[in-house]
């Protein structure tokens, strides 16, 4: 089981830990070209998730720039816009306008929705398998946090199909964790995440005394 708290922090949070994942999963491409479309993807789902300016030929290099960040220009691409790495360690970033829109399932949010849509236009084959039992484990883990008693794996299948338009279906082999592993995910970040605003607020406390 792995854990926010284990996990290196955040650099822009607004695109929450989905985005990153994926861009994880995208350094693990081999090959160049699906690599970069992969890139071109979380890009295009970065500006959805956003609502500021999107006037103008370069808008969405500001999205680019977000991606490197995130990636700690690790993630080997080929960029639309010439991006230095002196630009992305001196940025920093503003909070994002959430998009207010319509979604199926609140409890998912617009960010998996617009990612399961995204995905669904890839073409068949083990890239998008692998991206589909990503989004179903966290399609589980946020309908628990949203209500905490069992649930079906067979609704979360049917409600990722449902999103996708009919197009994506969890592997024939894919295997949903048992609910109380997801739950005991959620309680150890809550318990994290507790301990370590007391550890900051008794940190601050204390400089205060200097």
Do not use: C
């Amino acid at each position: 089981m792995e854990y926010n708290t284990q996990r290196p922090q955040l650099r822009i949070n607004d695109y929450g830990r989905n985005i990153s994942k994926l861009i994880e999963y995208a350094k693990t491409i081999d090959d160049r070209d699906k690599r970069n479309q992969m890139a071109a993807a979380i890009v295009d789902i970065m500006s959805r998730i956003d609502e500021g300016d999107k006037e103008g030929d370069d808008y969405k290099r500001k999205y680019w720039v977000h991606l490197m960040i995130l990636a700690n220009w690790e993630l080997d691409v080929d960029m639309p816009y010439e991006i230095s790495r002196e630009e992305t360690v001196e940025f920093v970033p503003h909070p994002l306008g959430y998009n207010q829109g319509k979604t199926h399932y609140r409890h998912y949010g617009s960010v998996m929705e617009s990612m399961i849509k995204r995905v669904a236009e890839y073409p068949e084959g083990e890239e998008r398998d692998e991206l589909v039992g990503l989004m179903a484990h966290a399609m589980k883990r946020d309908y628990l946090l949203w209500n905490r008693d069992t649930v079906e794996d067979d609704l979360i299948s049917l409600q990722l199909n449902a999103i996708s338009g009919g197009k994506l279906n969890v592997a024939e082999d894919f295997k949903y964790k048992e609910s109380r592993e997801y739950l005991k995910g959620l309680d150890d970040e809550r318990s994290a995440n507790i301990a370590h605003r007391k550890k900051k607020k008794k940190n601050s406390k204390g400089q205060e005394g200097f």
